[in-house]
Nanobody, 120 residues
Framework: VQLQASGGGLVQSGGSLRLSCEAS????????MSWYRQVPGKQREFVAD???????NYAGSVKGRFTISKDSKKNTVYLQMDSLKPEDTAVYYC???????????????WGQGTLVTVSS
């Protein structure tokens, strides 16, 4: 599974951005996709995830401001980020949990990250 994240950029506090992450490849089934973020010098932290069935989870710090969604036909997950704060500044990574359709082996893949900078 290859993941391509996009949509990062510079935005003012209170603004919005939408991140996208497209999964490509073949012979797999996506079970869940997630967004994480990382500030230099700190551990990567969970932001949100969505299962193949559409169930979602959010970190407390983004609940009510961020919305994760997916387009299964496009194998793409989105992260709509509203009411952004300077503390949301980080590199955002997408993650896919998938199953190989031939071997039934579980796979975990990461995208390259996209930088989000929120100015005060």
């Amino acid at each position: 599974v290859q993941l391509q994240a996009s949509g990062g950029g510079l935005v003012q506090s209170g603004g919005s951005l939408r991140l996208s992450c497209e999964a490509s490849g073949s012979g797999f089934r996506i079970d869940a996709m997630s967004w994480y973020r990382q500030v230099p010098g700190k551990q990567r932290e969970f932001v949100a995830d969505i299962t193949s069935g559409g169930s979602t989870n959010y970190a407390g710090s983004v609940k009510g401001r961020f919305t994760i969604s997916k387009d299964s036909k496009k194998n793409t997950v989105y992260l709509q980020m509203d009411s952004l704060k300077p503390e949301d500044t980080a590199v955002y990574y997408c993650d896919a949990e998938a199953t190989d359709l031939l071997s039934a082996q579980a796979m975990d893949s990461w995208g390259q990250g996209t930088l989000v900078t929120v100015s005060s």
